[in-house]
């Protein structure tokens, strides 16, 4: 244990959970009371999911451990493998860094790898977006068993909050600040499509869709099926441009990878393809995207702040708290169509031009900090199960 400061590690494995991070770390950097190990590892360190640690290097973050588990092949057992990686790696970066507590966000497989290495060396877990549901993912059942692992909850928004406390979790230990996540976009601003695309390299004009399609992990459709459908209606729409931002490493994404592949090469002048936007262009992209269409938390998530619409796909996001601007469809080529038509018509933007987002206010990384000056995290080695009733 510190005898001085706590040091608190950050452990983040994909370019999604790092930009969802980013405001924790800055704001743990500015205070005077913490130090802060960064762990990288997962798909930032893989060169097939584009090294994407560069971003975080580019960014000036000092990297305290490198922890590369990613594992060839995108079935079963080769997430079993990363799975496993995880955690003997992340035991000896834990141990080496002498933390006294450790932020784990969200719900990827590789967190329980994490979480298992810091359960076994007594460091307390810092959960961020906890209390989702995501009925269309495996990442549910990710996610909740981190929340019984975790000594502190950190959580996006209020009913998310009560979920936890339904798992018997303590009401002392469990925060509602809001999502990350907009805290990048409330930072970064707004941006022009023409500013967009002079950022990525490519012409985006008149205007573009930004699409992002992950595999759908409890899903019973093939990929191949569902991605025929979302390009037969992207390509119902022959003035916009589309700018694809590739899937996350989860089992399947192989076969989103081909067919992402082969659309961007069939239209070279209108269908685009970018590994990774990093956090900043990202949250560009949102800002001045025609829609969002896909089945990326972002785009229930953090959109909304912009007043885009949303057509999410499937039920890879089912279960999650939505915004007035999300248009739910299934995996059809014309539903996807109709919303997507809907969506960037002038009626729905005029109707949507004042909501609220019911994920927040762009303070929650400076919240949590406030939140951990308070923390005793000798005590956080101990937690009870909290009843919601006398038995």
């Given at each position: 244990m510190?005898e001085?400061?706590p040091?608190?590690?950050?452990f983040?494995?994909t370019?999604a959970e790092?930009?969802?991070l980013?405001?924790?770390?800055?704001?743990?950097?500015?205070s005077d009371?913490f130090e802060?190990?960064?762990?990288?590892?997962?798909?930032h360190?893989?060169?097939?999911?584009?090294?994407t640690?560069?971003?975080?290097e580019?960014?000036g973050?000092p990297?305290?451990?490198r922890?590369?588990?990613?594992?060839?092949?995108?079935d079963?057992?080769?997430v079993?493998r990363t799975?496993?990686a995880?955690v003997g790696g992340?035991?000896e970066?834990f141990?080496?860094?002498?933390?006294?507590?450790v932020?784990?966000?969200?719900d990827r497989?590789?967190?329980?790898?994490?979480?298992a290495?810091?359960?076994a060396l007594r460091?307390?877990?810092?959960?961020l977006?906890g209390?989702?549901?995501t009925?269309?993912?495996v990442?549910?059942?990710?996610?909740h068993?981190?929340t019984k692992?975790s000594?502190?909850h950190f959580?996006a928004a209020?009913?998310y909050?009560q979920?936890i406390?339904?798992?018997?979790?303590?009401?002392?230990r469990?925060?509602?600040v809001?999502s990350?996540g907009?805290?990048?976009?409330l930072?970064?601003?707004?941006r022009?499509?023409q500013?967009?695309?002079e950022a990525i390299?490519v012409?985006l004009?008149?205007?573009?869709?930004l699409?992002?399609?992950?595999?759908e992990?409890?899903g019973?459709?093939?990929?191949e099926q569902?991605?025929?459908?979302?390009?037969?209606a992207?390509?119902?729409?022959p003035a916009?441009?589309?700018?694809?931002?590739?899937?996350?490493?989860?089992?399947g994404?192989?076969?989103?990878?081909r067919?992402?592949?082969?659309h961007?090469?069939?239209?070279?002048?209108?269908?685009?393809a970018v590994?990774?936007?990093?956090r900043?262009?990202?949250?560009?992209?949102l800002?001045a995207?025609?829609?969002?269409?896909?089945?990326?938390?972002?785009?229930?998530?953090?959109a909304?702040?912009?007043?885009v619409?949303t057509?999410?796909i499937?039920?890879?996001?089912?279960?999650r708290l939505r915004?007035?601007?999300v248009?739910?469809v299934?995996?059809d080529?014309?539903?996807i169509?109709?919303?997507i038509?809907?969506?960037t018509?002038?009626?729905?933007?005029?109707?949507?031009?004042d909501?609220?987002?019911?994920m927040?206010d762009?303070r929650?990384?400076a919240?949590?900090?406030?939140?951990?000056?308070?923390?005793?995290?000798?005590?956080?080695?101990?937690?009870r199960?909290?009843?919601l009733?006398?038995?």
């Amino acid at each position: 244990m510190s005898e001085t400061k706590p040091r608190i590690g950050v452990f983040t494995a994909t370019r999604a959970e790092y930009g969802l991070l980013y405001p924790v770390i800055a704001a743990l950097r500015a205070s005077d009371h913490f130090e802060t190990a960064l762990i990288v590892s997962g798909a930032h360190l893989s060169a097939a999911h584009g090294m994407t640690v560069s971003e975080i290097e580019r960014d000036g973050q000092p990297i305290a451990a490198r922890v590369p588990i990613q594992q060839s092949g995108d079935d079963g057992l080769s997430v079993a493998r990363t799975l496993a990686a995880a955690v003997g790696g992340c035991a000896e970066a834990f141990a080496a860094c002498r933390l006294d507590a450790v932020f784990l966000l969200g719900d990827r497989t590789e967190l329980l790898g994490a979480a298992a290495a810091a359960m076994a060396l007594r460091i307390p877990i810092l959960h961020l977006e906890g209390g989702h549901v995501t009925e269309g993912a495996v990442d549910d059942a990710v996610r909740h068993a981190v929340t019984k692992l975790s000594a502190l909850h950190f959580t996006a928004a209020e009913p998310y909050r009560q979920r936890i406390l339904q798992m018997g979790e303590d009401p002392d230990r469990v925060f509602t600040v809001g999502s990350t996540g907009l805290d990048n976009l409330l930072s970064e601003g707004s941006r022009t499509v023409q500013e967009v695309g002079e950022a990525i390299g490519v012409d985006l004009a008149p205007g573009f869709l930004l699409t992002t399609f992950h595999p759908e992990t409890l899903g019973v459709m093939p990929a191949e099926q569902q991605m025929a459908a979302l390009r037969e209606a992207l390509d119902a729409f022959p003035a916009l441009k589309v700018l694809y931002t590739l899937p996350n490493a989860d089992e399947g994404n192989q076969a989103i990878r081909r067919a992402i592949a082969a659309h961007a090469a069939s239209q070279p002048e209108r269908v685009f393809a970018v590994e990774s936007l990093g956090r900043q262009r990202y949250a560009w992209a949102l800002s001045a995207a025609a829609a969002v269409v896909g089945n990326s938390s972002s785009g229930v998530i953090e959109a909304p702040v912009h007043k885009v619409a949303t057509v999410n796909i499937g039920d890879r996001q089912a279960g999650r708290l939505r915004a007035d601007s999300v248009i739910d469809v299934p995996a059809d080529a014309a539903a996807i169509r109709d919303a997507i038509m809907r969506g960037t018509s002038a009626d729905f933007r005029r109707s949507i031009r004042d909501q609220i987002s019911p994920m927040g206010d762009g303070r929650a990384g400076a919240r949590i900090v406030d939140i951990l000056q308070m923390i005793d995290f000798a005590e956080l080695r101990r937690k009870r199960f909290h009843d919601l009733r006398s038995l």
